[in-house]
């Protein structure tokens, strides 16, 4: 554990009944990053969260939070976004936003202060009056967001941030998300979207029926899972390029070709061969890097 | 701590501006205000009216009407009956609508007796003090009829046929004092206990408790709702004691209201009642609300908790024919029903200071037991979604060994 560690979590499980909701977790979030948790439904996400946040107690392991186990003093740096929307109905935006800031240390004029601010940074100043039961869907989760990050916090712990909203109230929280980071906060999220965990997110932990599956930086991953392979797309019979062992044909909308590789040949290689043969136009060139989405699919369908 | 008054202070700024408390708060009274009122015109308009009793006997055993003077008003109103027998017979057949009978004894005692079909009309019994008075007058010679002068009459009502006798003096204080207190017990306690466990259930089941959990502890959370809650039901029984002091005040010429005071011991003993059984019920109300699956859940539970506070006036003739007994001495003892029991015997005599100090011992213990176990069933339960919890686990909770977490209900994990 280094210094720049914001959750060191150490060999944690925990069961219900004689069900184990997590197996025996490891795994660090560094400070500043944005370190996504992923896991089909039902993985222990949630109940990991929860653990780290002291809601619920480990059976066995160690947790610490900015370098001790949590305390009170350490709730206040810490914002929290369950995945159940957690949201007062029949109080007025402003009003809640206040005590749930007040809540984690704030003034009640700072908290007035930045209830206001984030609100228009939200396009949201004009609901400020109004009661949360009165708000869609979408405003009410970017309400939620707001109060996560309303205390300005260290670390914030958000689960399932994206579901349920639309294009481009995804687009504003991601903003929202990637500003957070540039100031240095950290950020721990579970989703279901792999998009954007490979566009926003740093290092991620796969689980599965609470035991690890997959723990690393999102390149690095990729870069594990990548094939021997190349993709290509366009005119000439590939089978007559040297060093391609088998071809497979991949159409998803386009054709296109995903070409095998013998061991002892690079990609590069392949691309040399296509440019000096005549026979040959080529409209797409790229490494086989699996999508997370790939990735995911198959280390839950029990690949390795 | 801090954080402890921040949530007291929601909690009584957002419950005191609810439609229902505002009722409570305002509309009970103006109601009960506005009932009494009409009831009030009704009975003193009969009190006004002589004319329906029609002619009144009087039997003197005593001999201070013997040479009637009569009042100026009603010259005609009054006729003498030699004895009791003559004077019935005339009631029976109508002829007279009420009779007094002055005792031999009236000189000393002032006491007098009246026989009619229903209660004499105030005026009437005006009538019949400024006759006696006359009619001592007389006799200012004797130091008795001065004391009679100052204070002439003691009366005691029989109402033909329902065998139920009423002294005048204590009639009020007996009866509505201890009722008046006692109801504004039940529903202060019962309206902010209410708004206690609501309050639970709907942050559990809006999740808000996940959030508010992670900004504060569980124990400060219950404090400052209990104690933001039990300012609000102390905040209700002021606006409700300031009404009832200025009823009593300017109400004094509403017959009913004369006389009526609420004694200071009485409303000593109410508040300490209140605060007790505020914590009791309160923190056994949040315990029961984190618990609980749903609101409508949580309504069962605390009008069966409501209920045991009722209890004393299931047996109200014991606490007005034998307030010592053993009835309600037990009720006097028993946490639930303590307070209203006190309060009831109050008004009917005298409880026994170690009776009462006994009570209030047995309640303080049983208050601060309540509420530590009730906050840990609620650092348990509150993330205990929609699942019913057996009685034997919430008491191995309580003894600090749960045998389920409470969030295998949750069903984040595996449904979403």
Redesign the interface.
Known sequence: MTTNTAIHVEHISKSFGSFRAVDDLTFDVYQGEIFAMLGPNGAGKSTTMRMILDILKPDTGRIAVLGAPLTEATKDRIGYLPEERGLYRNVRVQEMMVYLGTLKGLSTADATRRSLDLLERLGMLEQAKKKVSELSKGMQQKIQFAVTVLHDPDLIIIDEPFSGLDPVNSLVLKDLLLSFKARGGTIVMSTHQMSQVEEMCDRLLMISKGKQKLYGSVTDIRQQYALHAIIVEGQGDWSKLPGVARIESISNGRNADLLHLQPDVTPDKVLAAIAASQEMRIERFELAVPSLNDIFIRVEGGQP | MN?IG??AR?EYL?NLRRPSFLFAVFGVPLFTFAVWFVVFAVISSTEEDISRVGQVGIVDHAGIVEEMILPDQSPDLFTSYPDETSARAALDSQTIGAYFVLPQNYLRTGTVESYSYSNIPAALRNQFTSLLLMNLGMRVDQPTSVERIQNPIELTIHLNDSGRDLTESNLPALFFIPLIFSLLFMMSTGVTSGFLMSGVV??RS????????????PTQLLLGKIIGLGSLGLTQLLVWGVAGGLLIRFGQTIPFLQGVTFPLDMVLIFIVYFLLSYFLIASLMAGLGAISGSDHESRQYSSILSLLFVVPFFFITSFITDPNGTLPLLLTLIPFTSPVAVLLRIGFGVVPAWQLIASLVILFISTLLVVWASARVFRWAL?LYGKRISLREIWRVIRGVPS??P??A?P?????
Do not use: A, D, G
């Open positions: 954080k921040l949530v929601r957002f709907e942050e809006n999740r808000v408790m996940e959030i508010l959990i992670t900004s504060i502890t993330l389920v977490e969030s295998v949750i984040t994990e595996n449904q979403s």
